[in-house]
C-alpha cells in the first residue's frame, strides 16, 4: 500500500499518520484543535527498540557488548524506528496498522507493527516488537508532544507516581529511587500499577494518558510543550531492566489517550 499521509476520523476528532516519518502521528485535533506540537520532529513518535538514553550507546546483549550511534552525544537516544521509513500494511477511516523492519544500526533483525485506533474520544496506539531468529533487549515507548497551549490557559499535569527515579548529571538514573519531586521535570517516574497521567486545559479539554507500562517520562522543560511518555522501561533499561523478544514471545505494549470536553 502507499506510505503517503494517513488521515483517520472518528466524530469530530481527527488524527494523521505519517508512515515515511517514523511511524509518528503527524496530528491530532478535537474539534479542529491540534492537541500536538507540529513539525517535522514532533507530533508523537514511537521509541523502538529502546526508549531514552543508552548510556554511551553500549548496551549487553547476552554475552557481547554492543556498540549504538551516539545520535545524542554521549549517549544514544530513543531508538532506530522514528528514523525509519514504515509500511502500511492496512487502513480503513479509523484504523491504520503500519510496520517496519529493525535494521542496522540495530544489531537484530526484527520487525516492529504498529496500531492506531481512533474513537469519538480516544486514541489508542499499540506496537508489537516481533524477531524470527535471535532474541534481544528492547523496550517500547511512546513521545508524544503535547501543546502546551489550545489558546486559552496553559495545560496543568496530575499525576501520582510511586516514586521518582534520581538523575545524574548525566541525565540517566542513578539507580536511586526518591521520592517525587516538584517539576519542572525531564525524569522518570515508576507506577507501578500502571501509567495514568492526566492533562488539563482548564476550561478546554481534558486528556487522560494510560497505559500498562509502568514507567512514565516527563519532560515539560520546553516552553511549547509537555511530553508524557509511557514506557516498558526507564532510561538505559536495555542495561537495568532488560526485557527479552524472544521468537516465541514478542514485546507488546499499549497506550490510550482519553479525552472530554470542559
Request: aromatic content about 8%.
Amino acid at each position: 500500500m502507499s506510505d503517503e499521509e494517513i488521515t483517520l476520523t472518528a466524530g469530530d476528532a481527527e488524527a494523521t499518520v505519517q508512515p515515511g516519518n517514523g511511524g509518528r502521528i503527524g496530528g491530532l485535533r478535537i474539534g479542529g484543535v491540534e492537541l500536538l506540537r507540529q513539525g517535522e520532529r514532533f507530533g508523537c513518535f514511537p521509541m523502538v527498540p529502546w526508549c531514552g538514553r543508552t548510556r554511551h550507546g553500549r548496551f549487553l546483549d547476552g554475552a557481547e557488548v554492543r556498540q549504538l550511534p551516539l545520535n545524542a552525544p554521549p549517549h544514544a537516544i530513543h531508538g532506530t524506528v522514528r528514523d525509519t521509513a514504515w509500511r502500511t500494511a492496512r487502513r480503513t477511516a479509523s484504523e491504520a496498522v503500519i510496520t517496519c523492519e529493525l535494521t542496522d544500526p540495530w544489531p537484530h533483525p526484527g520487525r516492529v507493527t504498529q496500531v492506531v485506533a481512533l474513537g469519538e474520544d480516544s486514541l489508542t496506539l499499540t506496537i508489537s516488537v516481533e524477531t524470527y531468529e535471535s532474541s534481544f533487549p528492547a523496550q517500547i515507548g511512546w513521545h508524544p508532544w503535547f501543546n502546551r497551549n489550545l489558546g486559552g490557559e496553559d495545560v496543568t499535569l496530575d499525576f501520582a507516581p510511586a516514586w521518582q527515579e534520581e538523575r545524574g548529571d548525566d541525565h540517566l538514573p542513578t539507580g536511586h529511587r526518591v521520592d517525587p519531586k516538584p517539576g519542572p521535570w525531564d525524569d522518570c517516574f515508576g507506577m507501578p500499577g500502571g501509567v495514568e497521567a492526566t492533562l488539563t486545559w482548564p476550561g478546554q479539554l481534558e486528556l487522560t494518558v494510560s497505559s500498562r507500562a509502568e514507567w512514565v517520562v516527563v519532560y515539560d522543560e520546553q516552553r511549547e510543550a509537555v511530553c508524557v511518555e509511557p514506557q516498558t522501561g526507564p532510561p538505559d533499561g536495555l542495561n537495568t531492566l532488560p526485557r527479552l523478544v524472544t521468537p516465541l514471545e514478542p514485546l507488546e505494549a499499549g497506550t490510550t489517550w482519553r479525552w472530554r470536553r470542559l
